[in-house]
C-alpha cells in the first residue's frame, strides 16, 4: 500500500519537482551553512602556529575562545558587534521616517509629478550602496587619513576627521542608499488602505494628526515592521561602504572584521564571526514576526471597492515638492555628478586645471597607471571584468527566473502540505545571511573538492553558484506571488484534453507568469550586477568583475579609475531597468 502511495506521489510532475527542488535547496544552502558550523570546531593549517600540539582536522574550540573569552575578543568581536549595531540602528532611525514621510507625500497627497517622483525616489536603489559612498569621498575626503583630498577641502574647506570617515558618513551614506526600501513598502501599504476609513475618523470628529496616529499609522506598522527588518539587516551586513569610509580610521564592522580575517588566514575566527551575524538578522527577522504576528489584523480592502482620497496641501504643494526635486538632486543626481567630475582629474582632486578624458580614454603620450593600457574604456582588463559583470548577471537571473518559477509552481500546488513548508523555508534561508558570509561559506565548501563535485575557487561557475543560492528568495517570492494568481482550473482544463505538463508549463503557466518571471529576474539582475560582498573573496584575475575591481582601485588610492568604474555599473544597471520596464512591463514589486 506505501509502494502504490508512492509511486501515485511521484507520478505528478508537480510532486517529483517539489522533492528535486527540496534537494537543490539542501545541497546549495542548507548543507553550506552546516559545512561553515563545521569548520569553526576544525583545526586549520594556519591554527598550527597557535596550537602546537593539534593536526589539521582535529576537533578545537579555539575559533570560538579566540572569537568570544581570548585578548582579542574585544578587537575582534565584541568592537566591532557594537559597531555594526550602531550603524544599523542609525540607517533605520534616519530611513525609514524618511522613506515612509516620502511614500506618504507620492501616495496620500495632492503633491504635483507624483509619478515622475515615485520613480526617482527608486533610484537610489538600482545602485550599489557603495556608490554613496565613493561620492561622499569625493566630497569630504581628508588628506590627512586618505591622500588626495576631496572637493571641500580642495577648496580650502578644513574638514574634521569624523565628518570624513567613520560612522557617521557610514550611516548617512546607507541612508541614502536604503530609504527606497522603505518607500516602496510603506508606499504599497498606503495604496491598499480605503480613505473612507480615515474620512469616518474625521467625521467623528479626530483631528488630521488624530487620523494619522490612531487610523493610518497602525494599519502600515506591519509594512515599517518589515521595512524596519529589511533595513537593518541590510546595514549590518553590507561591507562595501564601512570598508570605504570606516578602515581608513580602523572603524570595523562584522562584516569588515569577516573579511580582515578570512584575508589573513585566520578563516576559522572568520567564520564565527559570520555566524554571529546570521545570529543577529535572523533574530530581527524572528522577532518582527512575533511582534507582528501577534497583533490584531484589520480588513483594508472591502469588497465594496475601496478609494484614494489625497490630501490636499494647498499652498503648501508647490513648495514641497520644490524640496523633494532639491532632494532627489542631492541624493541621486549630485553623487553621480561628482562621481563623473571625479574621473576627469587624473589624481582625483579636483583641480580645474588638470581635466581631462585620460582616465576613459587614455594618454598615448604617457604611460597609464594601475591596470589600464590606453583608458577605462579601452582597457582590455576593464572590458573583460564589464563583460564578467554582465555574463553573471544575465545567466543568474535567468537561471534564478526559472528556478523562482519553479518554486512558485511547486508550492502552490501543494500548498500547506510539510513538503511545500519546507520548500518555501529553505528559499527564505539565504535572506537573512549576508553577502560577505555567503562568500566566505562557498569559500570554505568549494575551495577543495567535495565528492564529485571538483574545487571550484578561481572558476566563473562558482561566482554564478552563490549569486543564484544568494538571490533565490527573490524570484522564489516573485515566482510563489506569480503562481497564487493562476487559476488552477486552466491547467486542469488542458490537462482534461490531453496537454502533456511540459506543453501545460509552456503554453499556460510560464505566458501567464510572464510579469512575475521577469521581475524575478530583473531584481536578481540589479543585485547581481551591483553584488561586491558576495562575490569578493571568491573573485581571481581570471574572473574579476567591475565591482571588484573598484574595490581594488579604492584600495590603490586611485579614485578615479574607482569611480569610472562606478558609473559604468550605474549606466548598465539603470540602462537594463529601463529596457526591461518598456519591453517586458517588469516592474520592482518586492525588493529584498
Given at each position: ?27 546549495f544552502?542548507?548543507i ?28 578545537t574550540?579555539?575559533?570560538?575562545w579566540?572569537?568570544v ?20 540602528f ?18 496620500r ?7 515622475t ?5 527608486v ?9 554613496m ?18 572637493f ?6 578644513s ?7 567613520g ?17 516602496l ?16 475618523a ?24 518589515s ?16 570598508a570605504f569610509?570606516?578602515l ?15 584575508q ?9 564571526l ?28 472591502a ?16 513648495p514641497i ?9 542631492l541624493?541621486?543626481?549630485l ?14 582632486d ?18 597609464v ?21 554582465v555574463?553573471?548577471?544575465?545567466v ?27 520548500l ?14 555567503f ?6 565548501m ?15 561557475a562558482?561566482?554564478?553558484i552563490?549569486?543564484v ?6 524570484a ?21 484534453h490531453?496537454?502533456s ?6 503554453k499556460?503557466v ?14 536578481v ?22 565591482t ?7 584600495e ?21 531597468y529601463?529596457?526591461?520596464s518598456?519591453?517586458g ?7 529584498g
Open positions: 500500500m506505501t509502494w502504490f502511495r508512492f509511486s501515485n506521489y511521484i507520478r505528478k510532475p508537480h510532486n517529483v519537482m517539489l522533492i528535486a527542488l527540496i534537494a537543490v535547496m539542501i545541497i544552502i542548507l553550506p551553512v552546516i559545512a561553515i558550523i563545521a569548520r569553526t570546531f576544525v583545526v586549520e593549517s594556519s591554527d598550527l602556529r597557535f596550537l602546537a600540539d593539534a593536526a589539521v582536522g582535529d576537533f574550540t579555539y575559533h570560538w579566540r572569537v573569552a581570548s585578548p582579542l575578543s574585544r578587537v575582534l568581536f565584541y568592537q566591532p558587534f557594537l559597531n555594526s549595531l550602531y550603524v544599523g542609525g540607517v533605520v532611525l534616519l530611513a525609514l521616517p524618511l522613506g515612509s514621510f516620502l511614500a506618504w507625500l507620492v501616495t497627497t495632492d503633491i504635483p509629478f507624483r509619478r517622483f515615485s520613480l526617482l525616489l533610484l537610489p536603489y538600482l545602485f550599489p550602496s557603495w556608490v559612498g565613493l561620492s561622499w569621498l569625493a566630497v569630504f575626503k581628508n588628506a590627512r587619513i586618505g591622500g588626495a583630498p576631496g571641500l577641502q580642495g577648496i580650502g574647506v574638514l574634521p576627521d569624523w565628518l570624513s570617515y560612522p557617521i558618513p557610514i550611516i548617512l551614506a546607507l541612508t541614502l542608499h536604503y530609504y527606497p526600501y522603505a518607500f513598502i510603506v508606499s504599497a501599504a498606503l495604496s491598499s488602505i480605503d480613505s473612507r476609513l480615515e474620512e469616518t474625521s467625521i467623528l470628529g479626530a483631528s488630521r494628526l488624530g487620523v494619522l496616529r490612531k487610523v493610518t499609522f497602525p494599519l502600515v506598522i506591519p509594512a515599517l515592521g521595512a524596519f527588518i529589511l533595513i537593518f539587516t541590510k546595514a549590518i551586513g553590507t561591507f562595501a561602504t564601512p569610509l570606516g581608513p580610521v580602523r572603524f570595523h564592522t562584522l562584516a569588515t572584521r569577516i573579511y580582515s580575517s578570512i589573513t588566514r585566520a578563516e576559522g575566527s572568520g567564520y564565527v559570520s555566524l554571529f551575524l546570521i545570529l543577529v538578522s535572523g533574530i530581527a527577522i524572528y522577532l518582527n514576526t512575533k511582534v507582528l504576528g501577534t497583533r490584531k489584523g484589520y480588513v483594508t480592502i469588497g465594496q471597492g475601496s478609494r484614494t482620497r489625497l490630501t490636499k496641501l494647498r499652498r503648501l504643494r508647490h515638492a520644490a524640496l523633494v526635486i532639491l532632494f532627489v538632486l541624493s541621486t543626481a553623487p553621480v555628478a561628482l562621481l563623473g567630475l571625479q574621473t576627469l582629474t587624473e589624481h582625483g579636483f583641480n580645474i586645471r588638470e581635466l581631462s578624458l585620460r582616465t576613459w580614454v587614455g594618454d598615448p603620450n604617457s604611460p597607471k594601475g591596470w589600464e593600457t590606453g583608458g577605462i574604456l579601452r582597457s582590455p582588463h576593464i572590458l573583460g571584468g564589464a563583460w564578467n559583470s555574463k553573471l548577471a544575465l543568474s537571473a535567468v537561471i534564478c527566473g526559472l528556478l523562482g518559477l519553479l518554486v512558485g509552481y511547486a508550492v502552490v500546488k501543494k500548498r500547506g502540505s510539510f513538503l511545500s513548508k519546507s518555501e523555508s529553505l528559499a527564505f534561508v539565504p535572506y537573512i545571511i549576508p553577502g560577505l558570509v562568500s566566505g561559506i562557498y569559500l570554505s568549494f575551495s577543495r573538492s567535495l565528492g564529485p563535485i571538483p574545487g571550484l575557487y578561481g572558476t566563473f562558482i561566482l554564478v552563490v549569486t543560492a544568494k538571490y533565490v528568495p527573490f522564489s517570492r516573485t515566482g510563489i506571488s506569480s503562481m497564487l494568481q493562476i487559476d488552477q482550473s486552466l491547467e486542469e482544463a488542458s490537462y482534461i490531453g496537454a505538463w511540459l506543453k501545460r508549463f509552456h499556460i510560464i505566458p501567464l507568469a510572464k510579469s512575475g518571471l521577469m521581475a524575478g529576474m530583473l531584481l539582475f540589479i543585485n547581481a550586477m551591483r553584488a561586491l560582498s558576495l562575490i569578493i573573496l571568491l573573485v581571481t584575475p581570471k574572473t574579476r568583475t567591475l571588484s575591481m573598484t574595490f581594488r582601485y579604492v590603490l588610492n586611485q579614485p578615479h579609475y574607482a569611480n569610472a568604474i562606478a558609473l559604468l555599473i550605474v549606466v548598465i544597471t539603470l540602462a537594463v529601463f529596457l526591461a518598456l519591453i512591463k517588469a516592474k520592482i514589486e518586492r525588493i
